[in-house]
C-alpha cells in the first residue's frame, strides 16, 4: 500500500494554513490528533481538550491569548485542524449518513506546531519536515515521478443527482425542510505524486483557504474561499456563499438579479445568525454585509458575512457545536436537512463540506471544505453540488455542480 507523505499541513510554499507569516521558516510539528467521528469520544470536546493540553486557550475564547512571533524555542505557535462534515454531524447528534469513499482520511485532525530554531540569516529554509515523496511499498519513489490521472468514476449519474433534487423539493413541499444543500462526488485512480497536483489546486484564484493536509496513505487539498468561523478579538464571524454564476459580465448580473438564488441566500443567512445566537452575548449578533458578489476561479459567487461577540465563557467545542456542520452545506432547519442528506446522497462526504484551517492563541480561521479533494493510496476524489429549494430546477443543479468541479477536475489534470 502507498504512503502519501509528509505528515504536515501546509499551505504552500511549505506552511500550514493560516500561520502566522513570520512564524513559517521556525515552524516544527510538535504532536497531532487524529481519528474517525465514530470513535468513543464527541469529537468537539475531543479536540478542546488535546489543544488545551498543549497550552492553547480553548476552553474560554473570550480570552485569548497572546502570540508571540518571536518566542523562544518550543514555544507553541498554534495548530492546523481538520473536522470533516461527519465529525460535525456527530458533534450535533445528526444523522451519520453513508460511509466515506476515502475511509483512510481521519475526521478529525489537529496537528499542533512549535517555535524552532530560526534559519540563518539571508538563508530560506524548507518546511522542516517536508520532502515531496510519495512512498510504494516501502520504496520510494521522488517527486519528478510522471503524474497520470485516470478517467473519473462517478457515485451517481446525471439522472440520480436529478432525481436526489426533485426528492428534495418533494421534502421541501412536504414542509419537512426550507432548503437542502445536496453533494455528489466522483473518483480517478492515479499515479505519480499527488502532491504537486494538491499544491496547484491550493493556489486556485480566489482560494483563501488553499491549503495542503496530509497523513499516512492519505493527502487533503483544498482551494475553498468560504469562512466556516473565525474568532478575533472575542468576536466570532462566519461568511456564507451561497448562489453560483460563470464569471462573465451577464454572469454577474443575472445572479444579482435572481430572486430564487437571493431567497436561498438569505434562508442561509438566517440560519447563520441562529446559529450564532446559541454562542453570543444577547443582542449582538449582526449581519456586517449582505449577498456581496465575489470571484472564485471562474465562477461568481454570492458571499455574507454575519458576526456577534461571543458570551462569557464559551469554548471551542461550543463554538464547533454551533457552526458545524456549516449551514451552507447542510440547509434549514439544520437537523432536518442533515437527516435528508444522509438519504439522498449516494456516498459519505469525505474531507469536503468540513473545516480546515488554524488555531492559534490569538484567533481561530477555519474554511469550510468546499473545492476540495481527498486521496487516498489509489483514487483521486472530488465532491461538489448545490442548495435545493423548491424553485430549484434539477438540470441546473446537475450543471450547477459540474460548474464547481470543473476547475478542480482540470487543474488535478492538468502539467505539473
Known amino acids: 500500500m502507498r504512503q502519501i507523505q509528509p505528515y504536515v499541513v501546509e499551505a504552500l510554499p511549505f506552511a500550514p494554513p493560516g500561520a ?7 515552524l516544527v510539528e510538535h504532536d497531532r490528533l487524529q481519528c474517525p467521528a465514530d470513535g468513543p469520544d464527541d469529537p468537539a470536546t475531543l479536540l ?8 492553547l486557550p480553548v476552553h474560554d475564547l473570550t480570552r485569548p491569548g497572546v502570540h508571540p512571533p518571536d518566542g523562544p524555542a518550543g514555544t507553541v505557535c498554534g495548530a492546523a485542524v481538520f473536522v470533516s462534515a461527519a465529525a460535525g454531524a456527530r458533534m450535533v447528534g445528526a444523522a451519520a449518513g453513508p460511509a466515506s469513499p476515502a475511509p483512510a482520511v481521519p475526521d478529525l485532525v489537529a496537528v499542533v506546531y512549535r517555535h524552532g530554531t530560526a534559519p540563518a ?15 510504494f511499498d ?14 473519473w468514476t462517478e457515485s451517481w449519474t446525471p439522472q440520480r443527482h436529478a432525481d436526489a433534487v426533485r426528492q428534495a423539493r418533494d421534502a421541501i413541499a412536504a414542509g419537512e425542510i426550507y432548503q437542502v444543500n445536496v453533494v455528489g ?21 480566489g482560494a483563501r483557504y488553499g491549503g495542503v493536509l496530509t497523513g499516512p496513505g492519505w493527502a487533503i487539498g483544498c482551494a ?53 445566537a446559541r454562542i453570543a452575548r444577547t443582542g449582538t449578533v449582526r449581519v456586517d454585509e449582505l449577498y456581496a458578489i465575489r470571484r472564485w476561479s471562474n465562477l461568481w459567487q454570492a458571499e455574507s458575512t454575519v458576526s456577534a461577540t461571543l ?28 437527516a435528508q442528506i444522509a438519504a439522498l446522497e449516494p456516498v459519505g462526504r469525505g474531507a469536503s463540506m468540513g473545516g480546515l484551517g488554524w488555531i492559534g492563541p490569538d484567533r481561530i480561521d477555519l474554511g469550510l ?48
Not at 478542546?48 to 497550552?55: C, P, R, S, T, Y
Not at 539571508?122 to 515523496?133: A, F, L
Not at 461568511?239 to 445572479?255: F, S, V
Not at 471551542?316 to 457552526?323: E, F, T
Open 20 to 26: 502566522p507569516a513570520s512564524c513559517v521558516p521556525r
Open 48 to 55: 478542546e481538550e488535546f489543544l488545551a493540553g498543549h497550552g
Open 121 to 135: 540569516a539571508g538563508r530560506t529554509r524548507r518546511h522542516p519536515v517536508h520532502d515531496h515523496r510519495i512512498r
Open 138 to 151: 516501502g520504496v520510494h519513489r521522488e517527486a519528478d515521478a510522471p503524474w497520470e490521472l485516470g478517467p
Open 185 to 205: 462526488h466522483g473518483s480517478a485512480r492515479y499515479a505519480g505524486d499527488p502532491l504537486p497536483a494538491l499544491a496547484r489546486l491550493a493556489r486556485l484564484p
Open 224 to 276: 475553498s474561499p468560504e469562512t466556516l468561523v473565525e474568532v478575533t478579538d472575542g468576536r466570532v464571524y462566519t461568511r456564507p456563499i451561497k448562489g453560483t454564476r460563470p464569471a462573465t459580465g451577464p454572469g454577474r448580473r443575472e445572479l444579482l438579479e435572481s430572486a430564487k438564488e437571493r431567497a436561498e441566500h438569505v434562508m442561509i443567512v438566517d440560519l447563520e445568525r441562529n446559529d450564532l
Open 311 to 338: 458570551a462569557d465563557g464559551r469554548g471551542l467545542a461550543d463554538l464547533l457545536r454551533a457552526v458545524c456542520p456549516g449551514g451552507s452545506v447542510t440547509g434549514a432547519p439544520k437537523l432536518a436537512a442533515l
Open 369 to 416: 471544505t468546499i473545492r476540495t479533494v481527498a486521496v487516498d493510496a489509489e483514487r483521486v476524489h472530488v465532491w461538489a453540488g448545490g442548495g435545493i429549494t423548491w424553485g430549484s430546477d434539477p438540470a441546473a443543479e446537475v450543471a450547477e455542480a459540474a460548474a464547481k468541479s470543473g476547475p478542480v477536475r482540470a487543474i488535478l489534470a492538468g502539467p505539473r
